[in-house]
């Protein structure tokens, strides 16, 4: 099959996490086409596949502590550009696709109302259905229920919904997900992860992504490392690769509450802390999630000091957090999220 991913290239999240269901279809004898803009460009620049530069969708504005919902919002609209649904007809007619996986790009889910010239079946990866009703600050109750009907719609449009992430109840993102009635299309496969596993237990280390819409706690940090007796590893700017090593020789990892970093931690058996910034729904719930799994502790951006997160760096070493990791760690080595997706892709396409 002729298979086209469409990823959002904010940050490294979506596309590391496809990087891993791509190489496995091409070995299993596909053909993989890609296309993303910004970080996930950058990323996929280490691998060899063929790469479509698409627009870039959405930008996020924020302060030292919260996202600026209503700026955000006015950005998003602003990057939403006339000919960029006719540009996704162009490229899925020059790419000629038997399939299309799409992960957070959402003007790519519009093409299947485009898409009557050709049968063609939609996946959609995602950890995130519900996020508009969630949102603070000063938005008109229009808009927010105008967002609401876009993600049921992106529900709607999708053949099939793959969720890289535990089955109910043990799923980190649970709180972010709606089914809008439509809950046999969705599948959760578990983590879609390169094979991690614990290699000690060294130092803390910190990543807070790649997308750099993260809250300042540059002196709570530093302050927690005077407390501690000890320096972290900033994972910023770090190849992926090293990154991993890194993890899997941590003890604790603190990070912005990214989905794909949270699974990564739990497949390695790492306890987590974790800081969302202030009004980004998606990176508290999966936050939520990890405390509710008793993996790890959230903190608030706006009252963090050096003492909070020095604490709860030693609440999360605790005995209590290793054993439950030890438990979802296996878990995650058994569910095989990338062999999972692999198979309903197939399956789904026959």
């Given at each position: 099959?002729?298979?086209?991913?469409?990823?959002?290239?904010?940050g490294?999240?979506?596309?590391?996490?496809?990087?891993?269901?791509?190489?496995?279809?091409?070995?299993?004898?596909?053909?993989?086409?890609?296309?993303?803009?910004?970080?996930?460009?950058?990323?996929?620049?280490?691998?060899?596949?063929?790469?479509?530069?698409?627009?870039?969708?959405?930008?996020?504005?924020?302060?030292?502590?919260?996202i600026?919902v209503?700026?955000?919002?006015?950005n998003?609209?602003?990057?939403?550009?006339?000919?960029?649904?006719?540009?996704?007809?162009?490229?899925?007619?020059?790419?000629?696709?038997?399939?299309?996986?799409?992960?957070?790009?959402?003007?790519?889910?519009?093409?299947?109302?485009?898409?009557?010239?050709?049968?063609?079946r939609?996946?959609?990866?995602t950890?995130?259905?519900?996020?508009?009703?969630?949102?603070?600050?000063?938005?008109?109750?229009?808009i927010?229920?105008?967002?609401?009907?876009?993600?049921?719609?992106?529900?709607?449009?999708?053949?099939?919904?793959?969720?890289?992430?535990?089955?109910?109840?043990y799923?980190?993102?649970?709180?972010?997900?709606?089914?809008?009635?439509?809950?046999r299309?969705?599948?959760?496969?578990g983590?879609?992860?390169?094979?991690?596993?614990?290699?000690?237990?060294?130092?803390?280390?910190?990543?807070?992504?790649?997308?750099?819409?993260?809250?300042?706690?540059?002196?709570?940090?530093?302050?927690?490392?005077?407390?501690?007796?000890?320096?972290?590893?900033?994972?910023?700017?770090?190849?992926?690769?090293?990154?991993?090593?890194?993890?899997?020789r941590?003890?604790?990892?603190?990070?912005?509450?990214?989905?794909?970093?949270?699974?990564?931690?739990?497949?390695?058996?790492?306890?987590?802390?974790?800081?969302?910034?202030?009004?980004?729904?998606?990176?508290?719930g999966?936050?939520?999630?990890?405390?509710?799994?008793?993996v790890?502790?959230?903190?608030?951006?706006?009252?963090?000091?050096?003492?909070?997160?020095?604490?709860?760096?030693?609440?999360?070493?605790l005995?209590?957090?290793?054993?439950r990791?030890?438990?979802?760690s296996?878990?995650?080595?058994?569910?095989?999220?990338?062999?999972?997706?692999?198979?309903?892709?197939?399956?789904?396409?026959?």
């Amino acid at each position: 099959m002729r298979i086209y991913f469409v990823s959002n290239g904010f940050g490294y999240g979506h596309v590391s996490r496809d990087v891993e269901l791509a190489k496995a279809l091409r070995e299993r004898g596909h053909e993989v086409i890609f296309s993303t803009y910004g970080d996930g460009l950058v990323f996929l620049r280490n691998y060899d596949f063929e790469v479509i530069e698409v627009e870039e969708f959405g930008e996020v504005s924020f302060t030292s502590t919260e996202i600026e919902v209503f700026k955000t919002v006015l950005n998003t609209l602003r990057s939403v550009k006339p000919g960029m649904l006719l540009e996704a007809r162009r490229i899925l007619r020059d790419v000629s696709p038997d399939v299309m996986v799409v992960d957070g790009y959402v003007p790519a889910m519009v093409s299947k109302i485009l898409r009557s010239w050709r049968k063609m079946r939609i996946f959609l990866i995602t950890n995130e259905t519900i996020q508009w009703k969630k949102l603070e600050g000063n938005l008109s109750l229009p808009i927010k229920k105008l967002g609401e009907v876009a993600e049921a719609a992106l529900v709607y449009l999708a053949d099939e919904i793959i969720v890289p992430d535990f089955p109910p109840p043990y799923t980190v993102c649970l709180e972010n997900l709606a089914f809008y009635d439509q809950k046999r299309k969705f599948h959760f496969v578990g983590p879609m992860l390169p094979e991690l596993e614990s290699r000690g237990e060294g130092k803390v280390v910190v990543n807070f992504g790649g997308s750099g819409v993260n809250p300042d706690v540059t002196e709570a940090l530093s302050k927690a490392e005077e407390i501690l007796g000890e320096s972290f590893i900033v994972a910023k700017g770090m190849r992926r690769e090293r990154y991993l090593e890194h993890l899997s020789r941590a003890r604790v990892l603190i990070t912005h509450g990214g989905h794909n970093s949270i699974m990564e931690a739990i497949a390695c058996a790492k306890p987590i802390v974790g800081i969302p910034i202030k009004n980004y729904p998606e990176r508290e719930g999966n936050l939520r999630g990890v405390e509710r799994l008793g993996v790890g502790r959230m903190l608030d951006a706006e009252w963090i000091t050096g003492d909070s997160l020095a604490t709860a760096i030693q609440e999360v070493s605790l005995p209590e957090f290793r054993r439950r990791l030890d438990i979802f760690s296996a878990l995650a080595r058994r569910t095989n999220g990338v062999a999972k997706a692999v198979e309903i892709i197939e399956n789904g396409t026959h």
